[in-house]
């Protein structure tokens, strides 16, 4: 077995990733698995206590794992740049890794799925990634334990290979995008398989939420890889029974704002407790069916039910890639910061 490492990227929310590092420790492939924890160096005075706590946890030493590296920044890099100098050793010594936001617990086979699945589709070059979350409803019935999807990247708590990766990087550019944008049947396509990521891509071009651009430059993140796999016919690959649950939906997170929970509405991802989630709790995985491993648009559908967007937001988006198409981004971007104001 080719075990992965595993990266985690931290600062100072100390109890989250204790909880992370637990549930990780108590899989039966982390005796065999190298984790490398990258510590990003406090912005400001209330990252200290955190991220004091955190050093000290971490420094007592950390068992049960193969190795245990920890890479302390010596000044602030940001979350990203803090990943990225982290996911560099890695790839010095390895050509895959699992990734892990410190709000991440894990179930006790999430390593054993994960390994098995880098294994399984490491020479399929439609395969992109290989994710830990399932999302809060039934699949398509079948007798597999895996999904194929093409409209989300999600990354709490995903792997990948580096061959593939160094390739999507190096397609993700502003031009490419710009293409992409430009390209009216394309975007129509990416509409129908998910209103939700056509609202995104657009509404991220035009800087409108910052989860795309970010100084006229697309920002390499999960976003920009779902439109990546969506317009490369690739895919990722999810389980049934999610092997991961995200408790960072507190609002001490990045981009995880408090959820109101409403029991009287349908669940959706805005009102969804993320943090209560069931994950698998076996020890063991096997991949089932994943040899001829089927791809269902229904998915996608009910992708679309639990990410829903209104008829008054669907319409504001498409006038706005109208806008786009007609004037360009920069242009369509100047006009929605106007209607904004006013």
């Given at each position: 077995m080719n075990y992965a490492p595993v990266l985690i990227i931290t600062l100072c929310r100390f109890e989250e990733l204790v909880r992370c590092i637990e549930s990780l420790r108590?899989?039966?492939?982390?005796?065999?698995?190298?984790?490398?924890?990258?510590?990003?160096?406090?912005?400001?005075?209330?990252?200290?206590?955190?991220?004091?706590?955190?050093?000290?946890?971490?420094?007592?030493?950390?068992?049960?794992?193969?190795?245990?590296?920890?890479?302390?920044?010596?000044?602030?890099?940001?979350?990203?740049?803090?990943?990225?100098?982290?996911r560099q050793?890695?790839?010095?010594?390895?050509?895959?890794?699992?990734?892990?936001?410190?709000?991440?617990?894990?179930?006790?086979?999430?390593?054993?799925?994960?390994?098995?699945?880098?294994?399984?589709?490491?020479?399929?070059?439609?395969?992109?990634?290989?994710?830990?979350?399932?999302?809060?409803?039934?699949?398509?019935e079948d007798n597999r334990n895996l999904v194929k999807i093409n409209t989300y990247y999600t990354a709490w708590g995903y792997a990948t290979w580096r061959e593939k990766e160094e390739e999507m990087y190096r397609d993700i550019t502003m031009h490419n995008f710009e293409k992409i944008m430009r390209r009216p049947f394309q975007m129509r396509r990416f509409y129908k398989?998910?209103?939700?990521?056509?609202?995104?891509?657009?509404?991220?071009?035009?800087?409108?939420?910052?989860?795309?651009?970010?100084?006229?430059?697309?920002?390499?993140?999960?976003?920009?890889?779902?439109?990546y796999i969506f317009m490369n016919h690739k895919y990722v690959i999810f389980p049934k029974v999610s092997k991961t649950r995200n408790i960072g939906y507190n609002g001490t997170g990045m981009n995880c704002e408090n959820i109101q929970i409403d029991l009287n509405k349908p669940v959706s991802s805005r009102n969804y407790d993320y943090a209560a989630q069931p994950i698998d709790e076996h020890k063991d995985f096997e991949a089932v069916g994943s040899a001829d491993l089927p791809f269902y648009e229904e998915n996608n559908r009910r992708l679309d039910r639990f990410y829903p967007v209104d008829a008054k937001e669907r319409f504001r988006t498409i006038m706005a890639y109208?806008?786009?198409?007609?004037?360009?981004?920069?242009?369509?971007?100047?006009?929605?910061?106007?209607c904004q104001r006013v």
């Open positions: 108590n899989n039966s492939d982390a005796a065999y698995t190298d984790l490398y924890i990258g510590i990003d160096f406090p912005l400001k005075d209330t990252h200290r206590e955190g991220y004091g706590r955190i050093l000290e946890y971490l420094e007592r030493g950390v068992d049960g794992f193969a190795n245990v590296y920890l890479i302390k920044q010596t000044e602030n890099k940001g979350w990203y740049d803090n990943f990225v100098s982290v050793r890695l790839y010095e010594k390895y050509d895959r890794f699992i990734y892990l936001e410190d709000d991440i617990e894990v179930s006790p086979n999430f390593l054993a799925y994960m390994n098995a699945n880098l294994a399984i589709y490491e020479k399929d070059m439609s395969v992109q990634a290989v994710c830990g979350y399932s999302y809060p409803f039934r699949w398509m398989a998910s209103c939700n990521q056509f609202c995104n891509l657009v509404k991220g071009m035009l800087e409108y939420i910052p989860v795309l651009v970010q100084h006229d430059e697309i920002v390499k993140l999960d976003m920009a890889f779902s439109v109208v806008v786009y198409l007609l004037l360009g981004r920069k242009r369509a971007k100047q006009i929605l910061q106007f």
